[in-house]
Each structure stands twice: as structure tokens, then as C-alpha cells.
């Protein structure tokens, strides 16, 4: 009988407390009669729920304060004003039903589940690379944490890129399991005819080329867990092999006689959906059920965005670590990262990140700087204005760097042709530089948007200079395109 598990029962009228001991018992629960001397000494860390009746003399609001990560539930009406307090969960009344009951029950078990650890870094230390806050990673690691104990199969389903693998191992390292190795195979990266070997081994001589004995990813995970992924990928005749090794529990190297014992862990994961791959026949339905003893359906970064200011992060701080430039967001670009339904899942967000790395190191990130297909949200570009000397400066880079030294008009277009072939001629009288240096970007501009048919950023490619460096100018000399 598990400690954990205890049903306490306080309340002086005797003959309604054996009752209901008497009830929670035909329904399969550890119930006992317990005293209130009993629960002002106890620490209760081993009473799932409390239900507290009558007490003559006694202070049932200062009871039920002193045990505040223990539920109660009250045994009549006339306790009802203690319905205020936060650890009490309900009312139950004479004469005792199954469903109330059990439905305060359940309530009692999700108030010690949800329980506050008291340590910000519980999740941390427990679950490693499974980072997120919303309510569907919570639920995961809620399914990691009731199966990892057990030797129960599991199968991980979800979409590539969401972090199945992740999942397997934070099984094996809650596991009992976990001092042994965790050992992955990707079952559709390897050819079929070479499947066998790697799992089960092979003797020296089996095959031409197996110049020597070897070990299969089953004798290696010996102890441990073995991680088969993206098991919808494995050939049929693999298939019934291995359900053979999973009903049986042993196996033999490729061309040995000696069974081997297998004692391992089976994890497996797909991102397929077996169901069809059956009515396909496709996949074995008889491994599949062999397999799915404990599904967990691994949620998508569209179901959870709200985790993807925790996941950028994660991400940067791990590409920082082995020598990435660190990069900061903006809120609007994280709320426009959060608007993106994100196909390739966390794989996709991690190359995001790393691409953002390299291009804006040490930089701070916003919308405009995104790829196109991640800007989700209007954002009106910012423009910067300088001062009329970096203006002039910028103005005489532009001109002479690009090697235009003179012009002259076309007597047919009348526009204005430069020649880069003649040296710059000063005219005898002078000229006014600063309009003069106007004048000859102007008619640079004017000649490129024609060139461009209007179109801005074409123009500046033309001119060799930045499409908000040419957007600047244009409003300067007032030039509409």
C-alpha cells in the first residue's frame, strides 16, 4: 500500500465517519479513521485528501491553515464558510454518492499535482531542453514524470521538428533507467538491408564485409533505453523482427545462434500516422499496439507560440555557448515571431536564430530585420535623418566613387549624359560646389528611377546605394516617384 495514497478521515460523529471510510473503501481508496491530534503532529506529505467533519472543541479553520498543501474536503453543511479557503476543494453531504465523491476526489489529486514547488528551477534541474510555459509543455512533462518510473512502451507522435527526441530522453533521465545508456536510431536514415545489423549486430563472417563482430544499438542500450525514431520508416520485414524481440525479449546477432537477452527500454517515435499505414498495410497493426501502450502526442510550436520568447532564449544562449554571437528581439519582432505558424516547428525557430546570429551579431533584432515570411506585423520602417555635412559627404562618395567625373546634354533626349572618361574641368569663373554637387545627384536619380520604372529599390541597386539612403535624398530634393 503506497503512503502516498492515504485518505484521512477526522470527524467526531463516529457512526457517519465509519460510512464514509466504508464508502471510500468499496471504490478502491487507502481510507482511514484519523484523530486531530494525529494531523496537528503529522507533517502530511503522505494524505492524498483530508475530509473533516465534526470536531468538538476544535478549530477546524486553524486545522485546515496549518496543512496548506493538503485538500480538504468538509463533511457537512454547517462547515460551508470554510469554503473560502483555498486548500479546501469542496462539500460533501449525507447520504455519500459515488460521483460527487469521486469527482472531489480527482479535484483533491489536480490540487497536489499543480502544487507549487517553491523552487523557480525545479523544471530546470528535472526536465532537460524541454522548455516552455504554456498549459500543452506542462502536459507533457505531466506525461513524462507518470511514465518515465514504469517499464512501460512508449510512442511519441507529433510533427518533425517539434522534439520528440527531447521527449525520449527526459524519460530516460526520470527513468529508472537512467544510470544506463540512452542510445538513438533513426530507423529512416539507415537502408533496410542494413537495419538488422544495427539493431541486433553481427558476427564476424556473416555477411561479405563483416570483417568482424560487432555490437547492435540493442546490446549497447543493454540497461538502458533505445530510442527507435521515425519508426514509421521501417521495413515490413524489420517490423516483424522486431515485434519478435518485443514479445520474447530476446534476440540473436546476424548470423549467431546464441539469444542474447534484451534487456532495454523500447521508446519509439514518427511523425507518421500509423493508424493509416495499417489500413494501408504498411505497418503491422500487432506492433503498433505493442508499441503504443503509452502514446504522447507531442504538441506543435502553432499550439504553443506563446512558448517562443522561452525557446529564443534557450536557442541563442546554446549557440552562444559554443562560440555564437549573442542577438537580442524586440517585443514587436517577438510578437511577429509568435504570428508565424511555424511548419518546420522548433528546427525551424533554431535556424532562424542562427541565421539571425550571423547577420546581426551583437544587435538587437526587429521586424524589418526578419525574413520576409516572418513579418506578420505593420511596422512602419524607421528612416534615420543626418546632418547636412554627412549628407554633402555622402553626396561626394556616391557621385565620385562611382566614377562619373563629367556631363553633358544628348541634343536629342536632352537629358543629361555623363562621361567618366574626361577629367573633372573647373570653369574659369568657379562654381557653386554644394549646388552644383545637387544638381548632378539629381539628375542621377531622376535618370535611375526612369531607368527603373519607378521602382525604389531597383533605382538604388542602380545607383549602388541603400534604398533607404535613396528614399532619404528623394525627399530631400522633394523628387515623387
Given at each position: ?291 503504443n501502450v503509452f502514446p504522447i502526442e507531442n504538441p506543435s510550436l502553432r499550439e504553443r507560440k506563446e512558448d517562443v520568447p522561452l525557446l529564443l532564449q534557450e536557442l541563442i544562449k546554446r549557440n552562444v555557448a559554443v562560440g555564437g554571437a549573442h542577438v ?154
Amino acid at each position: 500500500m503506497s503512503l502516498t495514497n492515504y485518505t484521512w478521515v477526522i470527524d467526531e460523529n463516529e457512526n457517519r465517519a465509519n460510512k464514509l471510510v466504508a464508502s471510500l473503501c468499496f471504490i478502491g481508496e487507502h481510507a482511514k479513521l484519523a484523530t486531530v491530534s494525529e494531523i496537528q503532529e503529522s507533517a502530511l506529505h503522505h494524505v492524498e485528501t483530508v475530509f473533516l467533519g465534526a470536531l468538538v472543541g476544535s478549530d477546524h479553520e486553524q486545522i485546515i491553515k496549518n496543512q496548506p498543501e493538503t485538500p480538504f474536503i468538509l463533511i457537512g453543511e454547517t462547515l460551508r464558510p470554510l469554503l473560502a479557503l483555498p486548500n479546501v476543494i469542496g462539500i460533501l453531504a449525507e447520504p455519500f454518492s459515488y460521483a460527487p465523491t469521486t469527482e472531489l476526489l480527482r479535484d483533491c489529486q489536480e490540487y497536489k499535482r499543480h502544487l507549487p514547488s517553491g523552487d523557480n528551477n525545479t523544471q530546470e534541474k528535472r526536465f532537460d531542453g524541454l522548455i516552455g510555459a504554456t498549459s500543452e509543455i506542462e502536459h507533457i512533462r505531466f506525461l513524462i514524470k507518470q511514465v518515465a518510473t514504469t517499464n512501460a512502451n512508449v510512442l511519441i507522435l507529433g510533427e518533425s521538428g517539434t522534439g520528440k527526441e527531447v521527449v525520449a530522453r527526459n524519460i530516460h533521465l526520470l527513468s529508472n533507467r537512467n544510470a544506463g545508456p540512452f542510445i538513438p536510431v533513426n530507423c529512416g536514415a539507415i537502408p533496410g538491408d542494413l537495419l538488422e545489423s544495427e539493431l541486433f549486430g553481427h558476427e564476424k563472417g556473416a555477411f561479405t564485409g563483416a570483417i568482424s563482430t560487432r555490437k547492435g544499438r540493442f546490446e549497447m542500450a543493454q540497461g538502458g533505453t533505445l530510442f527507435l525514431d521515425e519508426i514509421g520508416d521501417m521495413p515490413s520485414q524489420m517490423q516483424v523482427k522486431l515485434l519478435r524481440v518485443l514479445q520474447e525479449r530476446v534476440y540473436e546477432r546476424v548470423g549467431g545462434g546464441k539469444p542474447i537477452k534484451a534487456d532495454v527500454r523500447i521508446i519509439a517515435a514518427t511523425h507518421r500516422n500509423l493508424e493509416t499505414m495499417i489500413e494501408e498495410d504498411s505497418f503491422r497493426e500487432d506492433l503498433y499496439y505493442r508499441l503504443n501502450v503509452f502514446p504522447i502526442e507531442n504538441p506543435s510550436l502553432r499550439e504553443r507560440k506563446e512558448d517562443v520568447p522561452l525557446l529564443l532564449q534557450e536557442l541563442i544562449k546554446r549557440n552562444v555557448a559554443v562560440g555564437g554571437a549573442h542577438v537580442k528581439f524586440t517585443e514587436r519582432a517577438l510578437e511577429s515571431l509568435k504570428e508565424h505558424n511555424w511548419p518546420g516547428n522548433v528546427r525551424e525557430l533554431s535556424n532562424l536564430v542562427e541565421r539571425m546570429q550571423i547577420m546581426f551579431p551583437e544587435k538587437v533584432v526587429d521586424v524589418s530585420d526578419l525574413p520576409k515570411k516572418y513579418q506578420h506585423i505593420d511596422v512602419e520602417e524607421y528612416i534615420p535623418e543626418y546632418p547636412e555635412e554627412i549628407l554633402e559627404r555622402q553626396a561626394l562618395n556616391d557621385i565620385f566613387s562611382s566614377g562619373f567625373a563629367e556631363f553633358e546634354e544628348d541634343e536629342d533626349s536632352h537629358e543629361q549624359v555623363f562621361d567618366s572618361s574626361k577629367p573633372a574641368v573647373l570653369p574659369a569663373e568657379g562654381i557653386e560646389l554644394k549646388s552644383y554637387l545637387a544638381e548632378l545627384e539629381i539628375c542621377l536619380i531622376e535618370q535611375a528611377l526612369e531607368r527603373s520604372d519607378n521602382v525604389v529599390a531597383r533605382a538604388a541597386e542602380v545607383l549602388g546605394v541603400r534604398r533607404t539612403t535613396l528614399v532619404e535624398k528623394m525627399k530631400k530634393y522633394n523628387l515623387n516617384n
